[in-house]
């Protein structure tokens, strides 16, 4: 079995400002680890994701998230956020056959 | 190309009525799941088609569920004798196999509300 906990359900944040969305998962197996976003009235869209390798993965908007094994963690991290990153942002963990389980969600709300 | 298609996108129907949810996965995306969504929830993990395979039913909630799936195309999901707390989003997802470097590609979701 295994769960995600998403530690902060509402994060506000201002422009410009660094942001960091906690993310820490149980399972008794090896995981693969996820983070989804979803932006006002629209679908979930994969964001970023850890399979193996390099424990530091990277988006193409400027998140990174980063797999900590020993801490069972796998925070997400922007350094300079934008009105356009308004979303809620999941974190998720699949099993061998890619079922996700997904946290509570975390929303964030970027202020001017 | 086209993504993952879920219809209707918003249903009400008062309790005890059976609904069905439709969705149509990217064209040959074998793999194909079922999650639903409840207000101020994550995502909670219903069921999932793998080719021709036996599906994998370990999350419906109760034998009032039920998903079909015809080959590697279209999905329904039923619930039968709806109840107040079926109310939530239904997201349909699709990915081309079952390994986790296949990412999952949703829908847009059904808002399923009864009264």
């Known amino acids: 079995a295994q769960s995600v906990t998403q530690l902060d359900s509402q994060v506000p944040v201002f422009e410009e400002a660094p942001v960091e969305l906690r993310c820490n998962y149980s399972s008794s197996v090896s995981v693969y680890l996820f983070w989804y976003v979803q932006y006002p009235n629209q679908g979930l869209q994969l964001l970023l994701k850890?399979?193996?390798?390099?424990?530091l993965v990277e988006s193409i908007n400027g998140f990174e998230a980063e797999f900590n094994k020993s801490q069972t963690s796998f925070h997400l991290r922007k350094p300079s956020v934008h009105i356009s990153d308004t979303a809620e942002y999941f974190c998720?963990?699949?099993?061998?056959?890619?079922?996700?389980?997904f946290g509570a969600g975390t929303t964030v709300t970027v202020r001017a | 190309g086209a993504g993952v298609s879920q219809s209707p996108s918003n249903k009400v129907t008062e309790k005890g009525k059976d609904v069905e949810l439709r969705c149509d996965p990217i064209s040959g995306h074998t793999a194909l799941y079922w999650y639903r969504q409840r207000l101020g929830q994550g995502l909670e993990f219903l069921i999932y088609?793998?080719?021709?395979?036996?599906?994998?039913k370990s999350g419906l909630p109760s034998d009032r569920f039920s998903a079909e799936r015809t080959g590697e195309s279209v999905s329904t999901l039923t619930i039968q004798r709806t109840q107040q707390e079926d109310s939530a989003v239904y997201l349909c997802a699709s990915s081309s196999g079952t390994l986790s470097n296949q990412p999952q590609h949703f829908g847009d979701g059904t808002r399923l509300s009864i009264l």
């Open positions: 998720a963990v699949s099993d061998i056959w890619n079922k996700l389980s």
């Open positions: 850890y399979l193996s390798g390099s424990t």
């Open positions: 088609f793998q080719g021709n395979s036996a599906p994998d």
